[in-house]
Each structure stands twice: as structure tokens, then as C-alpha cells.
């Protein structure tokens, strides 16, 4: 991770923080401002010096004691000795340097890491799973071309075998117009298959299996088998058999399979084995232990099925893969490879290799994450599932290991290069798939204080492990050894995160403690694999030795019940929630005034009269108030919380893109239909026709250069500047002429509009290179602003054709992912690149706002007349598709992640940054503004709280991303302008008053008038999205700058400013007690 993402106030900084309560000087002081910044946004911290984010403040405690820290540590404090001498440095000099090192990280920066991390490593897992499958297929392919022909074989139940195969066909037969086998077929089905079992099992008829298992190869059971297993695909809903049926096909591949290595050489070089791997992450997929446990909608029966299909499927994989590990020892061990022999490795590779990259280990993982509790019936066999499961991914380990032992000490060995199938990166990826959560939760399990469970010695409650558990922690622990053997290096670096090394710990310590409860030869290999996995985790690594002894205790605690809880509640436990509002508290400053709230009272009132024995309303006492607060309030999970947010937004863009996929497509048939109708163009003359006629001739000359996907060259490019420069002088009034409308009207009857956008689409995504340069295409946005400026004509042409779509879509690209770090810090773009790409997105942004501004003046029109003409409402419903397709194609959400990361705009000749911001502000203005009714409506009141004219949704999506995180931008400018510049602040009275910039308090005045016109039009989702915990932090900071600043510049400017700051604080408390409480409460 790059250091330059992780920006934020020193920890330094928290040894002066003044507290938020007191007068307004205090509240106004930069280091205040720093204050509210940690309390809304800090919630991790990183290390500088050693480029590393710490999880938590044990994290912190423990690396800065580790050997890694100390030793660059004491190489930098070297370097910055003045004399250049070295010397032991002092522990006061190393707390002061620990402190310079240690820099605050936000929540949202971590978030957003992980989550682009996660997605794209899926991207390329599945783009590799992809590649995998079709080479698996092509080889299987030109497999079965060679050996068609099967060999003859005969043996006892060859005849049964045929003839219970064709029964098999013609079951399958009856699925082929998709519809699920019935009854009989169903029946017939289970019967055959049941035979089949028997057959091949050595126990069974016969103790000649292995011929029968050729036989049945030779038949061409496999195919009939994948037939049967595909009856579940994805492609087949509703499933066309039950997974009971299902499970059984796969124990009969196993049984066909076992031990017999012919039949799985055969299943590996044909390719068969694809249909079996996909089922397995098809049927585990989003499986958890509470589908399984739990008396939901599933009948036991079902319940029971699913777990056996997903058993039968890793038991026969992991048998599979045992095979096959053992081809390739005996062809590691040869002496000299044969061209067989290679083929054989690869094919073997590619297969583990897909397994790997589709998804496999990842959903092992997904479901082992979630396993809290298992139930040991005769019934229910989830154990055995997690012990197959584990044994698939030891198999799949061992194929990394190397040809010979390599000892995992030393620094020259600590990694293997054996990985070709890349499962230790992937299972590296996964937390080695969550095996240390799956013994952390089956441990919580097993001490949930079942009298079954314990035993009394000593008068000391003894826990008793079932057999099953101590068998998974062996398994478990044996594979995370065979990955310390492999890569000792990544095994410690994985481990010793915080979270899983508390994990670590905790089992640890009470695995340990059982052993020396109960000493039996089971327990004995338990202790040994236990001992190993310290030893491999704390070996030549002194930050996990300091993590492993850090947190000191008594072992009777440490192994105590109360102590597993305790861990768990570090581990995961951060935020609290309100059972009786059902609301999520991000603070504790949050919970304290939610707890003084109107809503919080009312219904606790009301739940405390319920809970009245005597049914007599009485006023409760503080005390029995203190009591049910308690009661209420409960932790919830950061997992379910980012969880819950995480499904919330996918699900909510997923919305938004098909609505505009929807609206998008209504607009083109529009406009299609529209340029039908209206082909021809009408006929004008003007002064500067001939000159326009031919500078379109020469850019469509110029553009069709580009059409073998050739970037302009020189002598195109400055040719193009020089029309576009042209163009913007004809159609500016005070340029050439003065009757530039009619020059407008005659650019577009000759189809300079359709010049224009193919201009833009230069640099269109599907243009990669882009073809031509940022700054040639805002040029070209800026004739198309004074092409259409003040001319409602063209604007309405513009809309009705649907040509608009163009410059939306350009926005949105040039602004997704748009960062204020890009534009303001020397980075590898030139001056000249970064001010080009400023002024793209502003022209685009001013552009848009304009045509916007027109079709609001135009909509008003509409709705002071008395009778809308059939015309009139077409008109209003294309400016609503085009104004709602802006909202749903990303325009706001990009505008959003835009301002969120604002924390500087340099004032400069060159640099356009806040420019850019005001005409970002001025287009969501355009936007809300078309959401206003026709008469104006009070704000207050109840009836008149929410606005019903959201045709266009834009306020609902606004909404979403807090009104597209306008206090954010604020918030970061006012950083900014406390950075302690010289030039920005005057002496008075002995105190520094800070001067604002102009733009600064222009960006302030429009972001205000943004929120009170949201307010006006709907006051109730103003007032509670404004009122979550950070947005009132800020919101409450901003207001306390604003206000103490207008109190000593007092100039006509400032008069607008304050006045807009007092509306936005009515607004936000009138008639809201809780907002007015908040505001009040520090």
C-alpha cells in the first residue's frame, strides 16, 4: 500500500487536542477543526517509517516493539543525525520519533483499498479461471478424438452395468424440454445409483472392483454421471432433481474412481472433472452454518442433503487430487522426464490450478468464517462436511510441495517456488481460508456451557471436547504447518495481523490448557501440532513473539470462558446499537445524544408503561431510565455493519445502472424518431456560414484520420485548435460579430453539433489509447457551450436528439475516480496535462448546468400555463429522462466521491481546481431546481415536509450520497485555509483571524444555498440525513467557523455567507428536537 493515500493528522497531534466544549474561539481554532476530524473519521493508525497499517492500538503497542520498526528506526534517526555520527539514541528521542512516525488513517480510505483490492483480484482470478477452462477443454477435446474407441472389457456385471446405464439415458431424456425427472424416473434414478454403489465397492458384490470400474469407464458412465450432476446446473432453475439425487451420483463417481488410477488419469485428460469442481462452488456457494443448523424454511431431510452433496463432492475432489499428487512424486522422482510425463504435470497444474481460481478456496473460506456452532447427530453431518473440506485443501497443498524436504529456516528458504498452481497465493488471500476463525468459532461452541461438555475436577469446571472437534483442530493445524513448511514467511506475515494473531492466541492458549486436562494419545497429537504451529508462527520473527506474550494473564483466565467472550469483543466489537429505535450508532458521542432524543424517550416511556405489572402509568425513575437504556443498547459487528452497507450499495447502483439503461434506450428511440421526422434542415444564411461550412469540412477531414483507431498527429491536432479556437469567437457576442444567435442556428443546420460529438468521443472508452488529447476535447466543449449559450433553439434540438448523452457520459468518465491529490501534488502528469483535464471537467460541468438552466426557465413556462399542450408534455417528459438519466448514470455519485476527497484548492493563475468545484456546485443547483414544485411550499410543517415533484429522483439519490458530500467539501477547504498559512491570516487584538479566499467563500455561499434549497423541498430527509453522527460533526464545526469568521470580517460578502449559515442552522433544528439536542450536546 502506498504511503501517499494514508494522509491525516499525526499522532502527535493528540497530545494537544483541545476539547470541542468552550467558547467560540476554542471552538473555531485550527487545532479543534484537527479534533473533529479524528472523532468523525480516524479509526485506524499507520506507520509511516515502516509503510504499515496497524489494526488496532494492541497492533500498535506490539510492532512498535518488534524487531523490524527498531531496526529502521535507528537507520533514520542515523541519517538525521546532524553530526553525522552515530550514536545510541535515547528513549525520549525514540518515543519522539515513534510519534512523528505514527499518522491517523480514515475508515473510508481502508474500506475503499480492500474493497478495490478484492475486486480486482476476483477480476483476475476469473479472467485466469476462464483462460484455465478453455485450455482444459481443448486439451480434453483433442483427448477424446484420439481415443475414441474404448477398449473392450468384460466382466460379472458388465451386462447390469449397460443396462442400468440406458435406464439412466432414458430418465435423463424426459429432462430435455426442461422439466424435472418425476417420480418414477425419480425412483428408477435412486435405485440404479444405489446399485451402482454396491457394484464398485470392494465390500460389495464382488471383490473384483477395479474391472468393474474399468467396465463402467469403457461404457461411458462418466458422461451419464456429468449428465445427472448438470441436472442442477445454473442453467437448469428450477433444478430439475432433488440435491438427495444429486448426492448420490457423486458417491458413485467416487466409488467408480477410488483407488482405480486409470479411471481418474481418464477424468483429468477429458476434461470431466470441470463439471464436478463447478458443482462444488455452485452448491457451497453463500453456504453458512446457520442454513444448516438453524429450523428455518428447510426441512431436515433437505438440510441433510445439501450437507451430503457438498461432503460427497470435496471427499471425492480431495480423493482425486490425492492420485494424482502421487503421479507426480513418481514422475518428480524419475530421473529424466518423458514428453508424457510434462504433459501429465500440466494437466494436473491446470486443473488444481482452475480449482483454485474459480473460486474454491474462496467459498471454503466464506463458509468457514461463518461456522459458529456445529451439532454432533447422528443426523446431521456438517463435521464431517468441514473435515472433507479440510482435507481438499491439504491435498491441494501438498501438490505445491517441493521434489525434496526443504528445511523452513533461514532466510535463503523461507519461501517455496513450487506454487505453479497458485494455491498458497490465493489461500494467502483468504486468511489460508479461515481456518483459524473456524477453530475460534467452533471453540466458542464447544464452552456454551452444555452440562454434556463438562466434567468436575478439583472443584474445576473441565471442558470435554467431542472427538469430531479434536479431529477438525488436528486437521487444522496440520494444513497451516504444511503452509509454514512451504512459506514460512507469508504463514508469519498472515498470522500476524492483528486480528487472526488474537485469534491465534486465544485457541492457542486454550487448546494448550485442554491438553493438560486430559492427557490420552489423541490429545497428544493435538498438543504436538499445536506446539509446532507456535513454534513456525514466533521462529526468527520478534514482532509475532512480542504479539504471542504481549497480553499478560493468568492461564486459568486466558482459558476461561469469560475470556473467549472478551477476545471475541476486541477482536470484532466496535459499534452499538439501539434494540428499541432498531438504529445503528456510529459513537459513543452518538449514542449519549440519541439517548437524550424526543423519539429514544417516547418509546421507552411507552415500552416502560407496557412492561407495568400494576398496568398503571407512572413516570419511571431515573434509575429504572438508567436500567432500560442498558437493556437496549447492544453490540453489533463491524462485519455485519460493512456487510449491511457493502449489500446496500451494490444493490443500490445496481438500480441505478438499469434505470439508466432503461432511460438511456428510451432516449435514443426518441431521438430517433425525432431526426426522422425532422431530416431535413432549415435553410439559413449568415455573415460566417462559408467559414463554418469549411472549418467543419476540414475537422470531419481531420477526424477521419482517426477512423483506423490512429491518434491525431500534430498537423491534425493544431489544425483542430485553430477551427475550435475560431468557432468559440464566432458564436461569442464579443468577438467577430455581434448576431451571433443567428451563427449558432446556422452551425447547427449544418450539423455542427454531429461534428462535436464525434470530436468528444476521441476519448471515449472504447478509444484506448485515446486518440486525441484532454485538452483539444475541452475545447471542443467549449464551442458547444457558446454554440448553444442564451440559444433555447438549439438547446431544445440538443435535448430532443438525444445528443446530449454525449457530454453526460464524458463527464461522468473524465470525473470517476477524480481525486484533489491528482490535481494538486507533482505527480507524473505535467502542468499542462493537469490543468487540460481541470478544464474538461469544468467545461463539461458549465456546459451541462447551462443547458440544464434553460430547460428549468423553459419547464416554468410549461407549468404557468394554463393548459399543457400534448407538446408541452412531451417536452417535460424528454427533460425529465434526461435530467434523471444525469442522477442515475453516476453524475452525482462521481461529483460525491469528488468533493469527499477535497482537502486543499491551490488559488493560482494556472491552477482552475475551484473553479472547476463552483460550476460542480452550480450544476447539482440546476439539478435540484428542476425538482421544485410550481408554487412555492412552505418548509415547515407536517404536511408539507416532503416534496412529491422528485420525477427525476435526483433528491432520493442525493440522499444516498449525503447530498453528494457537500459538508465534506466544505469541511476539507476550511483545513486548508487553517494550514497556517502566512498570507491568509491578519493580527487583531493580539489573535491570528484567518482571511478567506474569495473562491473559498464563494464555494461556501453555493454549497449552503445547494443544502437550503434541499431543505425547502424536503425538509424531513434534510434534516435526517444531515443528522448522522459525522455529517452533524461536521455540519456543527463548519457552522462554529463560518459564524466566528463573519464576526470579524464584516464586509457585504460576508453579510450573504451569514446569512446563508443561519438558514441552513434553522433548517436543520427547526421543529427536530434530536438535531437541536446534537447541535447543543458538546
Do not use: W
Not at 401 to 422: E, L, W
Not at 919 to 934: E, I, T, Y
Amino acid at each position: 500500500m502506498e504511503m501517499s493515500t494514508f494522509r491525516g493528522p499525526s499522532a502527535e497531534d493528540h497530545h494537544h487536542m483541545s476539547p470541542v466544549a468552550g467558547d467560540s474561539k476554542t471552538t473555531t481554532s485550527t487545532t479543534s477543526l484537527i479534533t473533529v476530524d479524528d472523532l468523525i473519521t480516524a479509526t485506524r493508525k499507520c506507520c509511516t517509517l515502516c509503510n504499515l497499517l496497524l489494526a488496532s492500538d494492541l497492533h500498535l503497542q506490539t510492532h512498535l516493539r518488534g524487531t523490524r520498526h527498531n531496526q529502521l528506526l535507528i537507520e533514520r534517526f542515523h541519517q538525521k543525525n546532524e553530526n553525522g555520527i552515530k550514536k545510541q539514541s535515547t528513549q525520549e528521542e525514540i518515543d519522539t520519533f515513534n510519534t512523528e512516525c505514527i499518522a491517523v488513517v480514515t475508515s473510508d480510505d481502508i474500506v475503499r483499498q480492500e474493497m478495490a483490492y478484492n475486486r480486482e483480484r476476483k477480476h483476475t482470478m476469473k479472467k485466469r479461471a476462464k483462460k484455465l477452462r478453455l485450455r482444459i477443454i481443448q486439451r480434453s477435446a483433442a483427448y477424446e478424438a484420439e481415443n475414441a474407441q474404448r477398449p473392450y472389457l468384460t466382466s460379472t456385471h458388465k451386462a447390469r452395468i449397460q443396462r442400468f446405464l440406458n435406464e439412466l439415458e432414458k430418465s435423463l431424456n424426459t429432462t430435455t424440454r426442461k422439466e424435472p425427472l418425476n417420480t418414477t424416473n425419480y425412483l428408477a434414478c435412486q435405485r440404479i445409483l444405489t446399485e451402482f454403489v454396491k457394484i464398485f465397492d470392494t465390500h460389495g458384490y464382488e471383490k473384483d472392483s477395479p474391472l468393474e470400474q474399468r467396465v463402467f469407464f469403457s461404457l461411458n458412465g462418466y458422461i451419464t454421471l456429468n449428465r445427472m450432476i448438470e441436472l442442477r446446473a445454473e442453467c437448469n432453475k428450477p433444478a430439475l432433481a432433488p440435491e438427495s439425487l444429486i448426492a448420490l451420483t457423486v458417491s458413485v463417481y467416487r466409488a467408480a474412481t477410488n483407488h482405480n488410477l486409470d479411471n481418474a488419469i481418464y477424468l483429468l485428460n477429458s476434461g470431466k472433472l470441470l463439471t464436478l469442481v463447478e458443482s462444488f462452488v455452485r452448491h457451497l456457494n453463500g453456504l453458512k452454518i446457520d442454513d444448516l443448523t438453524t429450523n428455518n424454511e428447510q426441512s431436515e431431510s433437505e438440510k441433510l442433503a445439501q450437507i451430503d452433496l457438498v461432503t460427497n463432492l470435496a471427499e471425492t475432489l480431495a480423493g482425486l487430487i490425492s492420485m494424482y499428487n502421487s503421479i507426480v512424486k513418481d514422475i518428480q522422482n524419475r530421473e529424466n522426464e518423458t514428453k508424457e510425463d510434462k504433459l501429465t504435470m500440466s494437466r494436473v497444474t491446470d486443473f488444481i490450478s482452475y480449482m483454485a481460481n474459480v473460486g474454491v478456496l474462496d467459498r471454503i473460506a466464506s463458509f468457514f468464517r461463518t461456522v459458529r456452532a456445529v451439532i454432533y447427530t447422528t443426523k446431521s453431518h456438517v463435521s464431517d462436511m468441514i473435515i472433507h473440506c479440510l482435507n481438499l485443501l491439504q491435498q491441494m497443498v501438498d501438490f505445491s510441495k517441493p521434489k525434496s524436504c526443504i528445511p523452513p529456516f533461514g532466510q535463503s528458504s523461507k519461501k517455496s517456488n513450487n506454487d505453479s498452481a497458485q494455491v498458497l497465493n490465493i489461500m494467502k488471500s483468504t486468511n489460508f481460508c479461515e481456518i483459524l476463525s473456524l477453530l475460534y468459532g467452533i471453540l466458542i461452541h464447544e464452552t456454551d456451557g452444555n452440562n454434556n461438555q463438562t466434567i468436575t475436577e478439583n472443584n474445576q469446571n473441565i471442558i470435554i471436547l467431542h472427538e469430531k472437534t479434536i479431529t477438525i483442530a488436528i486437521n487444522s493445524m496440520i494444513l497451516l504447518n504444511s503452509i509454514a513448511v512451504l512459506d514460512l514467511d507469508t504463514f508469519q506475515t498472515t498470522l500476524g495481523e492483528d486480528t487472526i494473531s488474537l485469534q491465534l492466541r486465544h485457541v492457542a492458549n486454550y487448546i494448550l490448557a485442554y491438553c493438560n486436562h486430559n492427557q490420552s494419545t489423541t490429545n497428544d497429537n493435538l498438543l504436538h501440532q499445536i506446539i509446532l504451529l507456535i513454534g513456525y508462527y514466533c521462529v526468527l520473527n520478534q514482532d509475532n513473539q512480542c504479539r504471542l506474550a504481549f497480553v499478560a494473564g493468568d492461564s486459568k483466565t486466558t482459558t476461561s470462558t469469560t475470556s473467549l467472550i472478551t477476545v471475541d469483543d476486541l477482536i470484532t466489537a466496535t459499534r452499538k446499537c439501539c434494540t428499541l429505535c432498531n438504529l445503528l450508532l456510529a459513537s459513543d458521542l452518538h449514542l449519549q445524544t440519541h439517548l437524550r432524543g424526543t423519539r429514544h424517550n417516547q418509546l421507552l416511556i411507552e415500552r416502560f408503561h407496557q412492561k407495568n405489572e400494576n398496568g398503571i402509568k407512572k413516570q419511571p425513575t431515573q434509575e429504572e431510565i438508567d436500567t432500560f437504556n442498558t437493556e437496549c443498547i447492544v453490540v453489533v459487528t463491524s462485519d455485519d455493519i460493512v456487510r449491511q452497507e457493502m449489500a446496500y450499495n451494490r444493490e443500490r447502483k445496481h438500480t441505478m445502472k438499469k434505470r439508466a439503461k432503461k432511460l438511456r434506450l428510451r432516449i435514443i428511440q426518441r431521438s430517433a424518431a425525432y431526426e426522422a421526422e425532422n431530416a431535413q434542415r432549415p435553410y439559413l444564411t449568415s455573415t460566417h456560414k462559408a467559414r463554418i461550412q469549411r472549418f467543419l469540412n476540414e475537422l470531419e477531414k481531420s477526424l477521419n484520420t482517426t477512423t483506423r483507431k490512429e491518434p491525431l498527429n500534430t498537423t491534425n491536432y493544431l489544425a483542430c485548435q485553430r477551427i475550435l479556437t475560431e468557432f468559440v469567437k464566432i458564436f461569442d457576442t464579443h468577438g467577430y460579430e455581434k448576431d451571433s444567435p443567428l451563427e449558432q442556428r446556422v452551425f447547427f443546420s449544418l450539423n455542427g453539433y454531429i461534428t462535436l460529438n464525434r470530436m468528444i468521443e476521441l476519448r471515449a472508452e472504447c478509444n484506448k489509447p485515446a486518440l486525441a488529447p484532454e485538452s483539444l476535447i475541452a475545447l471542443t466543449v467549449s464551442v458547444y457551450r457558446a454554440a448553444t449559450n442564451h440559444n433555447l433553439d438549439n438547446a431544445i434540438y440538443l435535448l430532443n436528439s438525444g445528443k446530449l448523452l454525449t457530454l453526460v457520459e464524458s463527464f461522468v468518465r473524465h470525473l470517476n475516480g477524480l481525486k484533489i491529490d491528482d490535481l494538486t501534488t507533482n505527480n507524473e502528469q505535467s502542468e499542462s496535462e493537469q490543468l487540460a483535464q481541470i478544464d474538461l471537467v469544468t467545461n463539461l460541468a458549465e456546459t451541462l448546468a447551462g443547458l440544464i438552466s434553460m430547460y428549468n426557465s423553459m419547464v416554468k413556462d410549461i407549468q404557468n400555463r394554463e393548459n399543457e399542450t400534448k407538446e408541452d408534455k412531451l417536452t417535460m417528459s424528454r427533460v425529465t429522462d434526461f435530467i434523471s438519466y444525469m442522477a442515475n448514470v453516476g453524475v452525482l455519485d462521481r461529483i460525491a466521491s469528488f468533493f469527499r476527497t477535497v482537502r486543499a484548492v491551490i488559488y493560482t493563475t494556472k491552477s482552475h481546481v475551484s473553479d472547476m468545484i463552483i460550476h460542480c456546485l452550480n450544476l447539482l443547483q440546476q439539478m435540484v431546481d428542476f425538482s421544485k414544485p410550481k408554487s412555492c411550499i412552505p418548509p415547515f410543517g407536517q404536511s408539507s415536509k416532503k416534496s412529491n415533484n422528485d420525477s427525476a429522483q435526483v433528491l432520493n439519490i442525493m440522499k444516498s450520497t449525503n447530498f453528494c458530500e457537500i459538508l465534506s467539501l466544505l469541511y476539507g477547504i476550511l483545513i486548508h485555509e487553517t494550514d497556517g498559512n502566512n498570507n491568509q491570516t491578519i493580527m487583531e487584538n493580539n489573535q491570528n483571524i484567518i482571511i478567506l479566499h474569495e473562491k473559498t467563500i464563494t464555494i461556501a455561499i453555493n454549497s449552503m444555498i445547494l443544502l437550503n434549497s434541499i431543505a425547502v423541498l424536503d425538509l424531513d430527509t434534510f434534516q435526517t440525513t444531515l443528522g448522522e453522527d459525522t455529517i452533524s460533526l461536521q455540519l456543527r464545526h463548519v457552522a462554529n467557523y463560518i459564524l466566528a469568521y463573519c464576526n470579524h470580517n464584516q464586509s457585504t460578502t460576508n453579510d450573504n455567507l451569514l446569512h446563508q449559515i443561519i438558514l441552513l442552522i434553522g433548517y436543520y433544528c427547526v421543529l427536530n428536537q434530536d438535531n437541536q439536542v446534537y447541535y447543543l450536546f458538546i
